[in-house]
């Protein structure tokens, strides 16, 4: 128990002042992208990895955040910032409905369920222009020059994020969650009322990714439907953090992004210059090879199969 | 777990640490060049790249800038404006370039925009056409291409002074640049009294088109004016084939209809299909043919005005490098904003005007599809072919 | 009345092709019950199979529809012998490891591609791709109609097999429980692998059968996967009959849609019809029809 506070807060203390160690603004955005990653991927967890509701359509909670912040902008001419808050409740009203209609429906079903309400709700935005000016999109003028005040705003977003799983995991609610996941029929039979807890979890979990959207509207300045509600940048992303990472860990996704937001710079830039150009055309080859790789050897991901990983390191066998 | 955590934190640290330690020797000059080199848009970002690669060479090859030879540093951006976003952040700071060019998609574009002016990089645009790119007052972003509501400028003279309809219809992809096109294009019909009787976007990558083609086959309109990408305007013009639509023109705003894979794809189907353009090797500027040639010998395929633009684009680089009193961004700057040359894409000076900054005021032009090659057919001065009007489809197409 | 007329042909024969993409994924969803999301990638292989075969060997695509077929079946079989069986012992929370896993298979499929061809578009010109032959006003694609035919064909064939064979009578059995079924002396494994190269073949048929129509690039599979799945959760999973009707049933909402809502909203009319039969119709047509 020591050694895991002093851990954190080394961590702390390490995120804190990055900004004063690394002065270069392009780390400081990959670093802030991976943690808008960290928010994203941890509320896909928490539905997916915890509830064991697998959604296919997180792009859905993240896009209404963005919207929401942007269409604050174009239509009410208020601060894009009240986003953050009010974005996250746009999601958790949607997530209402997408709760309605998908928690009829297990398993595979309600993930393609999801997945095809993400795909509904992108067309929407999109022909949908008096409201979201459709494939023109939002752009609005960004608050800050420097990236100082985006980095502490998402690592805030972030450790929030991650700091209410964990807590919320310790709770009743938490294990109503685990046995959902585990045995939904079992955990009926034992009073637990399922559609509720399941629609707790989504709300929870549409709360964050709609507050990183909003986050994202912020900092990028520029939206679209087909960048917010993107089915593979978004939904499919935000599983691909959570299982590299390790699901139903709370640390997992945190790992999850950096590695899969570092992955993609490392391979896009060519291993930043060194290794020779076509490299960069294999970045996506890479990210699918990873997927198998993990799920065939990892399925627990980084965090959850780490034992496994320092044995194989290590070369030691494991201890009985 | 804690000492993963550990482990991870530390080679973060040390990779970032190693990576801002490295710096290069100072015998060229950097330029960052973004581009999307894979994802969807990548056909087209390639062809921009060859264009660059091209002109880099000859620029060298002639001595380059002072003495100093332009090293081009072209990152791909993958389509998407985050990612468009670490690539100029890097550029700017890592690759410490002196300027920036490239931009191809609208919203990667702005994104990229944004960076620039933030950190006084200029930034020199020569793809990424959505207007309110340039209406922002940034100072240091200069464009080459015109601003996508002026791409059918020429078109609308020549329906104004040849075709003379009374009836339109409007098909466009949902995209930024499909939609603003779409818009400003009707807007102008309008203006002109031609009534638009049918204005519907859709998804790029469709298959069956029919069912809106056999609705503008009932309205039976006088043009049918296409915003597409070259392979959903092929099925498009296949299809209407099919269903024998029969209007007075079939005319693409740009983007795929100048294409050769257009016209592979759609085979007689594109036969005497007019489009916008915004460049077109005939035009008599300097070097316009010399470019055309040189790509296709070098390369073995053509090359279009996305090349031609980042061709001239790699020029007004280099005049600009040549200029300007020092590599410091504001002298860059000042000297992008007196530029004054002849390229193989036309004249370029940026100016400020409508609602524009530093905006090059290029001029569009028509070309028509006759016997499988892509021919100048307007404004009449340089035209290569007479336009070929009035067409009988029906025939055209072999029925 | 024209209008709706040429609207209504257009979604039928648009639906042959459906059907026939359908087909692969409801056998395979059925058997195994997991989503293949790699399914239109698979289509995506089998139509650079064709394209190859064209420009090298100058095959038609209809010919090397035989040619794709075998090849895409060895690919599936393959698939699902090193790659989805293995996850069937791993122990892992989400039960959706192997959905996951069609994911990352999708994407390293796409990104061969990409590498082996670039991301250029391509296509077959065919002297038939764009013939359409007249009925009163309405056209009706020659190629679209030839596609149609040979979607019923397979799907009578894959009937006949699933109920008259012993290996199709294993596949039925194994959908249906597939414990019992290992009880009763079938082996499980054997047929997933067999049950996965068939949809494999199923939907590289309707990738040559597309090709002389449609264009091809590496991305051209994702949308085709998100139909299949609208098809298959409409017809019902594990019915070829479902599969034929629910393809039919889609093309022609999806044209009814773009002519009578507007073109951008195509697409959205085949989601909301999948999300209203997975709420109020679950187990699809088939419930209504029985086979």
Known sequence: MKSKNITLIILGIFFLLFPFIIKSEYYQHLVIIALMWVVIGSSWNLLAGYTGQVSFGHAIFFGVGAYTAGIFVTKLEISAWWGMLFGGFAAMLIALFVGWVCFRLRGPYFALATLAGSEIIRLVATNWESLTDGMVGILIIQSFRSKLPYYYIVLGLAAACIYAIHLLMKSKWGYYFVSIREDQDAAESLGINTTLYKNISLLISAFFAGSAGAFYMNYMAFIDPHVVFSLHYISIMAILVGIVGGVATIMGPAVGAFVMVGVQETFRSAFFGVAPRWISEAHALVFGLLVIFVIMFMANGIVGDWGKIKRVLLGTRPSA | ?399 | MTVFLQTLVAGVLIGGIYSLIGIGMTLIMGVMGIINLAHGQLMMVAMYITLVLFNVLHFDPYISLFVAMPCLFLLGVLIQKFLLNPLMKIESILPENQVLMTVGIGMVLTEIIRFIFSSDYKSVKTPYSSSAFFIGDISFSLPMCIAFGVALIFTGLLFWFLLKTDIGRSIRATAQDKDAATLMGVNTGRITVITFGLGSALVAAAGSLLLPIFYLFPDVGGPFTLKAFVITILGGLGSTVGAIVGGVVLGIAESLGATYIGMGYKEMVGFVIFVLVLVFLPGGLKRLTKI
Request: net charge positive.
């Open chain 2, 1 to 399: 777990m804690k000492k993963l955590i550990l482990v991870t934190v530390l080679l973060f640290s040390l990779g970032l640490l190693a990576g801002h330690g490295i710096s290069f020797a100072e015998d060229t000059i950097k330029v960052g060049i973004v581009l999307p080199l894979t994802g969807d848009q990548a056909k087209f970002g390639e062809i921009e790249k060859l264009s660059f690669d091209m002109a880099l060479e000859e620029i060298n090859g002639k001595g380059g800038i002072k003495g100093k030879k332009i090293e081009l540093v072209i990152e791909d951006d993958t389509g998407r404006p985050e990612v468009g976003r670490s690539v100029v952040e890097k550029l700017i700071t890592k690759d410490k370039v002196v300027m920036i060019g490239g931009g191809y998609s609208s919203s990667v574009t702005y994104a990229v925009a944004g960076v620039c002016q933030q950190n006084q990089m200029p930034f020199l645009i020569n793809t990424g056409a959505a207007d309110k790119i340039t209406e922002q007052k940034w100072d240091y972003i200069f464009r080459l291409n015109p601003p996508a509501s002026k791409y059918s400028a020429s078109v609308e003279e020549l329906l104004a002074e040849v075709i003379k309809p009374k009836t339109v219809t409007i098909l466009h992809e949902n995209s930024l640049f499909g939609t603003s096109s779409a818009k400003s294009f009707e807007k102008s019909c309008e203006k002109a009294g031609y009534k638009v009787l049918l204005k519907q976007g859709y998804e790029a990558g469709g298959i069956d088109f029919k069912p809106v083609l056999t609705q503008v086959k009932q309205l039976n309109p006088d043009v049918v004016y296409m915003v597409s990408y070259v392979m959903d305007a092929a099925l498009i013009m296949k299809q209407s084939k099919e269903l024998k639509i029969n209007p007075k023109m079939f005319i693409g705003g740009a983007a795929g209809f100048t294409l050769p894979e257009f016209q592979q794809n759609a085979g007689a189907a594109s036969e005497k299909i007019i489009s916008a353009t915004l460049w077109h090797q005939v035009l008599p500027f300097p070097g316009a043919m010399d470019y055309y040639n040189k790509f296709k010998a070098k390369f073995n395929k053509e090359t279009e005005y996305h090349g031609a633009e980042a061709y001239a684009a790699a020029y007004v680089i280099a005049d600009v490098l040549n200029r300007t009193k020092s590599l410091k961004n504001e002298d860059i700057k000042k000297a992008l904003s007196e530029t004054d040359m002849m390229t193989a894409f036309g004249p370029v000076k940026f100016t400020n005007w409508d609602k524009m900054t530093n905006q090059n005021k290029a001029s569009s032009y028509v070309v028509q599809w006759i016997d499988g090659k892509l021919e100048m057919v307007w404004p009449k001065n340089l035209a290569a072919k007479p336009f070929v009007f009035p067409v009988n489809w029906l025939k055209v197409w072999g029925y």
